[in-house]
């Protein structure tokens, strides 16, 4: 090969790699406008129904959306983890590392509100001591330091095993919603979930592939699967919470003081007692004191036919009878005998 042609060679292989950087702000303005619009919808979700379970998620998915804008950010500025870098971008990192700590936590923390596992404060409080002990072995040797003589980054024996407690709550998470999906009693709220389940499982695999990958990063022109997929994976987390989102903001407007209408509450007990108790004063019947927690959560009509198996046209003649009986009118009075 001729020295003009290895020099063009050259030429235009810089010329692709300035243009792959180039595309990257794009692909991350088309990713992130969607998120922005989720985390909108799910604040105005928090402010509205109160729910911890919401405030979790909502906090690991602003995370995720910080992480995003730091990994593309690297990207866009050409690192190379394994060979020279600036010492601003070890800074960005370390920058990252308690927004992706706590989007790590948040979300198992999320899932145990909304499904009340079994010994769920001991869970969460060994999610919790787990989280401050990688904060603090995040800023040693163990982990990762930054060697200003050879301006590179050098990896501790500790760094695999981070990665690996990431990818266990995510795995617990997408286990204790399968195994536990039944204690969501809103349907809508459990066919969204169920949906991010499917989702974070059909990207589970790029997920693998994201934690384990850091270390073997090599330049802009080989960007890795996981760091393309991220933002499309957060793309569709997107989209799915703006839909959902706004079936739900839409079928309980206005509803700013109403706590726990979409889930479980930590007061069920007591709103089963009360419940109890209009049974006997006004001679509900069993199907009947089984539709009004149903009705309470939020179900339409069609919906707790669907729970129950049995027909609308049925759900609204025992609807009709507990109107009558308890000589209410509508689920906000409903909802107001239940409190």
């Not at 800023?139 to 501790?156: A, D, K, N, Y």
């Not at 009947?288 to 149903?294: A, G, K, S």
């Amino acid at each position: 090969m001729t020295i003009n042609a290895c020099m063009c060679l050259t030429s235009n292989m810089y010329k692709a790699w300035r243009n792959m950087q180039h595309l990257l702000p794009l692909y991350l303005i088309i990713s992130i406008l969607p998120g922005i619009a989720a985390i909108t919808v799910l604040s105005v979700l928090v402010s509205r129904f109160k729910n911890r379970g919401l405030i979790y998620y909502l906090i690991s998915y602003s995370c995720f959306t910080v992480n995003l804008l730091v990994n593309l950010v690297m990207f866009y500025s050409g690192i190379n983890i394994s060979e020279e870098i600036s010492y601003s971008i070890f800074a960005l990192l370390s920058f990252n590392i308690p927004f992706s700590i706590l989007m790590h936590i948040a979300l198992p923390l999320s899932v145990n509100e909304v499904t009340k596992p079994p010994g769920k404060r001991w869970i969460d409080l060994g999610i919790m001591i787990i989280a401050v002990i990688q904060l603090v072995i995040y800023w040693t040797p163990l982990i990762m330091q930054f060697s200003r003589e050879t301006q590179t980054i050098i990896f501790g024996p500790l760094f695999p095993v981070v990665s690996i407690i990431q990818v266990l709550f995510i795995c617990y998470s997408v286990g204790i919603i399968i195994i536990r999906r039944k204690t969501i009693k809103n349907l809508t709220i459990r066919r969204y979930i169920l949906t991010l389940v499917v989702i974070i499982a059909v990207f589970l695999p790029v997920i693998f592939y994201d934690q384990f990958l850091l270390s073997g990063v090599k330049s802009i022109d080989t960007v890795p699967v996981a760091v393309i997929f991220s933002p499309f994976f957060y793309f569709v987390l997107s989209l799915i919470t703006l839909i959902f989102g706004t079936r739900v903001l839409m079928s309980f407007p206005g509803r700013g003081n109403q706590k726990s209408v979409l889930f479980q509450g930590d007061n069920k007990a007591s709103q089963d007692a009360v419940l109890q108790n209009l049974a006997k004063q006004s001679g509900l019947s069993v199907r009947e004191i089984t539709i009004i927690p149903l009705m309470a959560s939020g179900l339409g009509n069609k919906q707790i036919a669907l729970e129950l198996n049995i027909s609308p046209k049925t759900v609204g003649n025992h609807i009709y009878n507990i109107y009558k009986k308890l000589n209410i009118t509508s689920r906000y009075e409903l909802l107001a005998l239940l409190k």
